[in-house]
Each structure stands twice: as structure tokens, then as C-alpha cells.
Nanobody, 121 residues
């Protein structure tokens, strides 16, 4: 059974940084892909970034140059480093897993519990 446990998140001022972690179990990162999504109040869940089983990374335009997705194979954990945060980045962030990267939530079989990220002065 593919399971994900998230950590990180919190409150940060505009321009600040946060790191989210997503620890996987039931599969290995060289077999599955991990995507990050976010959902702001009143909005649909949207894709942010993804890393596939080969380590290829993908980003949505609105986070390119600010967010970095990475993985630690030994810890079976994926990270999302978020820099230069803006108030519009405020949302609940979710990691999700499946065999391949997809920009669409239904493409993922397993989800983390969510982490609140609030960017405010």
C-alpha cells in the first residue's frame, strides 16, 4: 500500500522560504513519481511540481525559479523547497504518488495529509 506522510509548512513573510517533506512507504522513489499540488480556499487543486522515478523534474510556470523539488533515495523522501514566497502561494500543499508524473490530481493513487502554507506579513 502506497502511503505518504508530510511534514513542514507554516507561516512565513513574503519573500521568505519554507521546505515541505513527503516521506513515502510501500514503494521506492526509483519506481514511483511524487507530485506536489496545492489548493487555496475556494479554488481547485492545482499541480505545482513533480519528480519521476528517473529523477526528472517538472514545474508549473508560476513556481519556476522559486521552487525546487528534490529527493533522497536513501530516506525515500521528496522535498519541495519554496523560496521567494508570495501571498498568492498561500494554500494547503499536498504530495501525491503514482507510477508517473501527471498534472492532474486523478492521476495519483495516494495522497499525503496536507500541509498549510501561509504567506503573510
Amino acid at each position: 500500500q502506497w502511503q505518504l506522510v508530510q511534514s513542514g509548512g507554516g507561516l512565513v513573510q513574503p519573500g521568505g522560504s519554507l521546505r515541505l517533506s513527503c516521506a513515502a512507504s510501500g514503494f521506492t522513489l526509483d519506481y514511483g513519481a511524487i507530485g506536489w499540488f496545492r489548493q487555496a480556499p475556494g479554488k481547485e487543486r492545482e499541480g505545482v511540481s513533480c519528480i519521476d522515478s528517473l529523477g526528472n523534474t517538472y514545474y508549473e510556470d508560476f513556481v519556476k525559479g522559486r521552487f525546487t523539488i528534490s529527493r533522497d533515495i536513501g530516506k525515500n523522501t521528496v522535498y519541495l523547497q519554496m523560496n521567494s514566497l508570495k501571498p498568492e502561494d498561500t494554500a494547503v500543499y499536498y504530495c501525491a504518488a503514482d507510477r508517473h508524473c501527471s498534472g492532474s490530481p486523478p492521476g495519483f493513487r495516494s495522497w499525503g495529509q496536507g500541509s498549510q502554507v501561509t504567506v503573510s506579513s
